[in-house]
């Protein structure tokens, strides 16, 4: 039995049927002529020979006693696999519309608390000789780094690589059946421990607040980049109460484009995944009512794992970043994006240490779930100002190709969750050389994503031009200032 921490325990109690708490990917796998074993099989069998090495596979919550805390993780004993993996056959002719929009009706269905939190969907009948999975896992399993080491655990890095063959059948392993006495004293015990956390960070938490109050009464010029991160987004389309219904859709672009473009601007790699979405939405806004004035805002996770920490649990936080969609000249955008990234990195540096992950959860799913059944209802997030306009989260992923029962995967599609308010989540994945795009929406705030989609491609291409008109532009400039120069002399 292991108590789910206070960050975990929140997923579950935000959940509400318009707002699932699961996070999920699409993989496609390309099939060679001839392929004649069958593919939802094989993917089976590879779960099913994978179930020792994720606890997840087999974990499922036990809950507390009046649901007065957060509910525990035990060992759900058996693996009913006819449940977890299921299969999926597309409509002639196949198409990649009709993937993406498969693709987003599981993802907009809720999971069954009864069972381990995680479930695989075999996607046949694509056009082009290629197979498909989308895979779901409740969001108080595992966050986005997590997925990555899950993954990693489940394919291989080359064909058919330490891989057994044999039965795709689960193996059967005995249940957990704690009693309420023991959940209960499960949960005093955590509580514990995590008030006397709470009491030993209080003096850091309080120099750490004096030295940002001082800092932002300086004359240091990041604090003006820290504070544009903290200012009201516009209100857009994005931003209101959202229903059950989902969109997705999944682009890539070349690893290599984004790397030269943050080397050329002395950016990071994040610095132009944020560029870009901030283009693709400037294009989409202006067909839907105009690019706002007042810039959009991100918000955007930061990983507080260690190196090496490879949990299967969430250890992150938000942060909010200024996209500057109201600068038109795309390298400028890039740039003050970057500086506001910068300044909000610094920030969440400094904070690091004391940012909880885990705390105290007794009352938490009362007090957590009435307010987020109450924030859907009333459709508050229609009539406040957004504090963040969406979420945009990058993944760094394997950089070597991985392999399913053989099969390369040639894209891996990382999707995550929207709320009300927060219409909008692009996650992206960095996979083999290549920018996955996960755009997920909901139908109310987005109805046809793959419009965004394509958005994102020109706003990819608009900034390749603007570096390859660089070096011309400063010729010209270099020219006119010598001509003034001589004509000054004359």
């Excluded at 056959?89 to 999971?111: D, F, V």
């Excluded at 690091?352 to 459709?379: C, E, M, N, Q």
């Amino acid at each position: 039995m292991k108590s789910l921490s206070g960050l975990d325990g929140t997923f579950l109690h935000l959940e509400t049927p318009e707002t699932p708490m699961h996070v999920g990917s699409l993989h496609l796998f390309d099939l060679p002529p001839g392929y004649r074993r069958d593919f939802y099989t094989e993917i089976r069998r590879l779960l099913a020979h994978s179930l020792d090495m994720a606890p997840l596979y087999r974990r499922r919550l036990a809950d507390m006693p009046l649901h007065f805390a957060n509910p525990a993780w035990v060992d759900g004993g058996a693996v009913d696999l006819d449940y977890h993996v299921r299969r999926h056959k597309l409509p002639r002719p196949g198409s990649r519309l009709q993937l993406e929009r498969c693709t987003a009706r599981l993802h907009a269905a809720l999971m069954d608390r009864q069972r381990p939190l995680w479930e695989v969907h075999v996607i046949e009948g694509l056009q082009g000789g290629q197979a498909a999975f989308y895979m779901k896992v409740h969001h108080a399993v595992l966050d986005g780094a997590a997925g990555v080491a899950l993954a990693r655990a489940l394919f291989d890095v080359a064909p058919r690589q330490g891989r057994t063959t044999g039965s795709a059948e689960a193996i059967p392993v005995r249940a957990e059946h704690p009693g309420r006495v023991s959940l209960a004293s499960a949960a005093l015990r955590h509580d514990a421990a995590q008030y006397v956390k709470l009491v030993r960070h209080l003096p850091e938490v309080f120099r750490l607040l004096a030295g940002i109050v001082k800092s932002a009464g300086g004359r240091d010029p990041a604090p003006s980049s820290l504070r544009q991160n903290f200012s009201f987004g516009p209100k857009t389309p994005l931003n209101g109460a959202i229903t059950a219904e989902r969109g997705f859709a999944g682009v890539s672009i070349p690893l290599a484009d984004a790397k030269a473009i943050a080397a050329d601007q002395e950016a990071k790699l994040n610095d132009v995944v944020l560029a870009l979405c901030s283009g693709a939405l400037r294009r989409y806004l202006a067909h839907r009512g105009g690019i706002p004035k007042k810039p959009l805002i991100a918000t955007m996770p930061i990983s507080l794992r260690e190196s090496g920490n490879t949990d299967f649990t969430t250890q992150a936080t938000l942060s909010l970043v200024s996209l500057a969609t109201h600068i038109a000249d795309p390298l400028r955008r890039l740039r003050a994006i970057r500086d506001a990234s910068v300044a909000m990195k610094s920030a969440a540096r400094r904070a690091r240490s004391v940012i909880p992950t885990d705390f105290p959860s007794i009352g938490v799913p009362w007090l957590v779930g009435g307010l987020a059944a109450l924030y859907g209802k009333t459709k508050l997030a229609s009539a406040i100002p957004p504090i963040a306009n969406l979420v945009i989260s990058n993944v760094p992923g394997p950089q070597e190709t991985l392999y399913a029962a053989g099969l390369p995967m040639r894209a891996y599609f990382p999707l995550s969750i929207v709320e009300h308010g927060l219409g909008l989540n692009i996650t992206v994945m960095s996979y083999a050389g290549s920018l996955d795009f996960g755009i997920v929406a909901a139908r109310k705030a987005m109805p046809d994503p793959r419009k965004l989609a394509q958005a994102l491609l020109e706003a990819h291409e608009e900034l390749k031009q603007s570096l390859q008109r660089k070096p011309v532009a400063a010729k010209k400039s270099r020219r006119a200032v010598g001509k003034a120069s001589v004509s000054s002399k004359s």
